[in-house]
């Protein structure tokens, strides 16, 4: 009962801001805007730059970690082939020495993946932070003093959607934009090779 209430309520705020925009209409001016935030992310240049950005470092870190994988079940398997052969100290010993290996793998992969999620989300708020600003810019312009996401608003009339405008401004202000290399963000001893040579 309560939720249909509030849902009530919200639907008749959304028609008087709408009732108020088209009053407005003749003016070109309007009391809210719609932005519809999936569209810009998913078609302005610079985010769709960052996507593959991430995609292709997360290609290469697969490609490398499937690689390391490999070469550590190779070593498991010639431990257990020379399980017969070795004494107990010698075994230990070996069985300890890879063990450290693949803890310092599985430390390599987890830096990685932060460096990763870092570097992304930093050039993400590069992208956000020029998207607010174009935004207000476009909001003062049309007189709009809250802007709605999509998501948000049930029924609107179409003069309130800047969308496009603010693509269009976004893709002119911010046309590329890479990822920082997410290595240069991370610790060299927890990314670096730290398993290659170590046999």
Request: glycine share 4%.
């Amino acid at each position: 009962m309560y939720l249909r209430y509030v849902a009530r309520v919200c639907i008749s705020c959304l028609v008087l801001l709408l009732q108020i925009s088209l009053a407005h209409a003749g003016r070109e001016e309007y009391a809210f805007g719609v932005l519809d935030q999936q569209k810009i992310m998913a078609e302005s240049s610079a985010a769709r730059m960052v996507f593959a950005d991430r995609d292709r470092y997360q290609e290469v870190y697969q490609g490398e970690t499937a690689k390391q994988e490999k070469k550590l079940r190779a070593e498991d398997e010639s431990l257990l082939k020379l399980r017969a052969t070795l004494s107990q100290e010698e075994l230990a010993r070996r069985q300890q020495a890879f063990q450290g290996r693949v803890t310092r793998f599985q430390k390599q992969i987890q830096a990685k993946r932060a460096a990763l999620e870092h570097s992304f989300a930093k050039a993400m708020a590069e992208v956000q932070s020029a998207l607010i600003k174009i935004v207000h810019g476009v909001a003062q312009e049309k007189g709009m003093s809250v802007i709605f996401y999509r998501s948000q608003v049930f029924l609107f009339d179409p003069r309130v959607d800047i969308t496009d405008e603010v693509l269009e401004r976004l893709n002119r202000d911010l046309p590329h934009l890479s990822m920082l290399d997410p290595s240069l963000l991370a610790d060299p001893d927890e990314t670096g090779g730290v398993l290659e040579g170590e046999r």
